[in-house]
């Protein structure tokens, strides 16, 4: 049977949401004054 969305399983979506988790993550840390929260949001210092 073909699955309703093809092409897209929930495992693809976890892979895919973990992989934008991973970069908002890098990216946040390049920043040196940024650190990312749990909830997905840039933190950064007042400069």
Do not use: Q, Y
């Amino acid at each position: 049977m073909a699955p309703a969305f093809p092409g897209l399983t929930l495992g693809m979506l976890w892979v895919r949401l973990a992989v934008i988790d991973i970069w908002h993550n890098l990216r946040c840390r390049i920043r040196v004054d940024c650190v990312p929260k749990s909830s997905g949001i840039c933190e950064c210092r007042a400069s």
